[in-house]
C-alpha cells in the first residue's frame, strides 16, 4: 500500500512538474501574473511529493519488502541497516529517484527563497526547474521505474554489490547528484536570463551561491569516492581516470570556472556571455555524465545500469536541453553587452586566463573520455585511453593555472602592474624554490615529480596566505592581524580554496612519486621491513560478518621495537552475490598511512601479503576538505546574506 | 565453518593483482614490469590494468612480460610485442598516429584557439566602444541648445 502510494505520489508530481514548467514561461512571456505566480506553490508541491516517493522507497528497504523488484535485485535481509537504506539509491532506479528529489529540493528552495528575485526572473527559473523535472520524471517513470512489483515475491533478496556496502560510498552518490544537480540550478538561471534578455551583477549575485553549493556538493563527493577507491580496492589508487570518474570531474571543472566567471560578472558587469555559456556547459556535462553512467557506452566499473533504451532516453534530454539552451544562446547572447573596461594586465585578464585553462583542460578530459567511442564509430578502432593519457595530456593545465593562481589573484580589478605583484610575491617564489631544490637534494630518486609538486604546492599555499595578509592594508603588524580577524569571508574563503588547491596538487605528487610497496610471501609469525617500520605477520584466522565469510590477519606494526599499531585487513567473501572483497586495514597518520592487505595462502605456506608506505595520503583529503571549506566560508559571505536581512527588514516594517 | 570452508572452496579466489611468486629476482627487471604493466589494460575488465586486475588473462599478461624483459627486450619491445597480440585495445596511452593526432592535439589546439579568441577580446575591453555617432535630428537639436 505504502509502496503504491509512493508511486502515485511520483505520477502527480510529473503533473505538478509540467505545470510548473508550462504556465510561468508562459505567464512570464504573455506578462500574466497570476500564472507566473503558480511557479512558487508548484515548486513546494513537487518537492514534497517527490519526498513521499522517495519515503515509501525508502519504507520499502528497509522493511525488505520483497514483492518490489528493485529491492529483490539490491537488498538482502541479512544486511546492515545502513545499507539497507544507502541501498535505496546504490542502483539505478532509486539513484534517479534521488537524482529527482534533489532537482525538487533545488527548485522549492528557489522558490522559498528567491523571494528578492524579480517575478518574471524568478518564474522563468522555476519554470525551466520544471522542465528538467518533467524530463527526468518521464525517464524514470517510462524506462525505470523502481516501484515495479513481482508477482510471485522471493524469501530473500540478491544482496547489493558488496563493493558498495561501505561507509564512504554509502554517502558518495547522494554528494554528488547534490552537485551535478545543483549546477541545474545556475542553467536555469542562465536560460531565465537569455529569455528575460538581461543579465546584471545582481543576477550574478543570485547564481554564484547556487553555483558555490553545487561545486562544494561535488568537491565532497568527488574527495568521498576517491578516499573509497583508497581504502577498499586494495592497492592505495585514489584516482583512476575512470569514465564515472571523469563524468563528475568535468563538471568540477567547469563549475570552477563558473565561480570565477559570475565574480567577474558581479563585480564589473563583464563576461557577461562566457559566464551564460559555461552555466549551460556545467549542467550539460552533469547530464552528459549521467548518461555516461547510466547507458554504459563507456563502460567501466561503476556502470550498474547498462541498457540502450535508457542511454537513447537520456541522449535525447540531453540534446533537447543543451540544443535549446544553445540555440537560445546563440540568438540572445549578442544582446549581453559588456560594461566594464579594463586593460591587459588586470585581475579580470587573471580571470579569463582561469576560465580558459580550467575549461580546455576539462575539454582534455571530454575527448580523452568519449574517443574510444569516437574512434570505434568513426574508423573501427578498438583502443583504450587511460591514466597515462590524462596524466600526461591534463597535468600541464593544472600547472599552468598554479603557476598562475597566486599573481593573478593579487592583480587588482581594472589596470594592475604586474611587476609590483611580481615583487610582493618574490620571497614566496625563492621559497618554493628553496623547497623544491630541498625535496630533490633529499630524495633518492631522480624522479622531478615530487620536487615540483611540493615545489608548486607551496607556491599555492604560501601564495594563498601572501594574498590574504596583504588585504589587511598596511600598518602596525597587530592592527593588521586584527583586521585579518574582520575581513570579508569570502577573502578567507578564497584563501581557503586556493590552499587546498596547492595541498592537493602537493598530496598527488607525494603519493605518486613516494609510495612505497612490497608484496610477497610471509608465514605466521614472521616480520618484514616496511620503510623503516617492521610489520609482523601475528596470526590469520577465519571469521564469520552478518552477510559475510572473513579471512582475517593480526598484523602487528612497530618502530624500532615501539608499538606502533595492531592492524587486521581482512579478505571477505560476500556468499549471496558470490563476490569476494579485500579489506584494507590502514594506520592513519598526518604524514604517512600504512597500509595492510592479506591476500592468499599460498601452496609453499605462508600468506600473499601486500603493504605500503604513503606518504601524506591525508593530505588529498585535507586538501579537498580545504576547497570544500573555503567555498563554505564565501557561500556565507555577508553579501550573499544581505538579500536575508533585507527581507527580514522588510517584514519588520511591515508589522 | 564447515559451511564457511565449502564456500570458500567453490569460490575459488582470483589471482589477486600481482602475485609474489610472479615477481622477477632482480628489482630493476621488476621495476619496469610493474612500470610496463601499468600502461597495458586488462583484455576483459573494465578500465583495469593488468597491474592491478584480479582476473586469469592479467597474470598471463603480467608473467609474459616478465618472461619477454628476462629475455632481453627493451621495454618498447615488451609493449610492441603485446599489441600486436592483443591489439591496439591493451594500450592504456594511445599511441600518436593518424586520427589519435586529434586526441593528442585537442589540448593544445584549443588552448591556441581559446587563448587567441581571450587576447582578442581582451585587446577588445581596453576602451570603450565609442559612442555611436548622434543622428542629424539629435545634432540639430544639440544646435539648438548651444544656441540658447
Known sequence: MIVELGHFALVLALGVALAQAVLPLVGAWRGWRGWMAVAEPAAVVQLMLVAVAFGALTWAFVTSDFSLRLVVLNSHTDKPMLYKISGVWGNHEGSLLLWVLILALFGACAALFGSQLPQSLRARVLGVQGLIGVAFMSFLLFTSNPFLRLVTPPFNGEDLNPLLQDPGLAFHPPFLYLGYVGMSMAFSFAVAALLEGRIDAAWARWVRPWTLAAWIFLTIGIALGSWWAYYELGWGGFWFWDPVENASFMPWLFGAALLHSAIVVEKRESLKAWTILLAILAFGFSLIGTFIVRSGVITSVHSFASDPERGVFILIILGLFMGGALLLFGLRASAMEAKGIFAMV??????????????????????????????????????????????????????????????????????????????????????????????????????????????????????????????????????????????????????????????????????????????????????????????????????????????????????????????HPEKRVYPVQAMPTTEAALDYGLFRDIYLVIGDPQESGGWAVRAYWKPFANWLWIGAGLMALGGLMSLSDRRYRVAAGARRAQAVAAE | MRKALILLAFLASPAFAVQPDEMLPDPALEARARAISQLLRCPVCQGENIDDSNATISRDLRLLVRERLVAGDSDDAVVDYIVDRYGEFVLFEPRASGANWLLWLAGPGMLILGGGAAALWLRGRRQAPAPAALTPEEEARLREILKE
Request: charged residues 15%; glycine residues 10%.
Open chain 1, 346 to 567: 588586470s585581475r579580470e585578464s587573471a580571470l579569463v586566463a582561469n576560465n580558459l585553462l580550467l575549461a580546455v583542460a576539462s575539454f582534455v578530459v571530454f575527448v580523452g573520455t568519449v574517443w574510444p567511442l569516437v574512434a570505434e564509430l568513426l574508423w573501427d578502432r578498438k583502443l583504450s585511453v587511460g591514466a597515462p593519457f590524462f596524466n600526461a595530456a591534463f597535468s600541464p593545465f593544472m600547472i599552468g593555472l598554479a603557476l598562475l593562481l597566486p599573481l593573478g589573484a593579487m592583480l587588482p580589478w581594472k589596470r594592475a602592474q604586474a611587476g609590483r605583484v611580481m615583487r610582493q610575491l618574490l620571497p614566496v617564489a625563492a621559497l618554493a624554490f628553496a623547497v623544491a631544490a630541498l625535496v630533490y637534494a633529499m630524495q633518492t630518486g631522480r624522479s622531478a615529480l615530487v620536487p615540483v609538486g611540493a615545489g608548486l604546492g607551496l607556491w599555492v599555499v604560501a601564495g594563498a596566505l601572501l594574498d590574504l595578509w596583504t588585504r589587511t592594508g598596511r600598518g602596525a603588524f597587530a592592527a593588521r592581524l586584527a583586521r585579518l580577524t574582520r575581513l570579508p569571508r569570502a577573502d578567507w574563503g578564497r584563501a581557503s580554496a586556493h590552499a587546498g588547491l596547492g595541498v592537493t596538487i602537493f598530496a598527488v605528487a607525494a603519493m605518486n612519486g613516494w609510495a612505497t610497496e612490497i608484496i610477497k610471501v610471509v608465514q605466521v609469525g614472521e616480520s618484514f621491513d616496511l620503510h623503516g617500520y617492521q610489520v609482523k605477520l601475528a596470526e590469520v584466522h577465519e571469521e564469520e560478518g552478518p552477510n559475510y565469510l572473513s579471512t582475517s590477519a593480526t598484523m602487528e606494526v612497530t618502530r624500532n621495537g615501539k608499538a606502533v599499531a595492531t592492524l
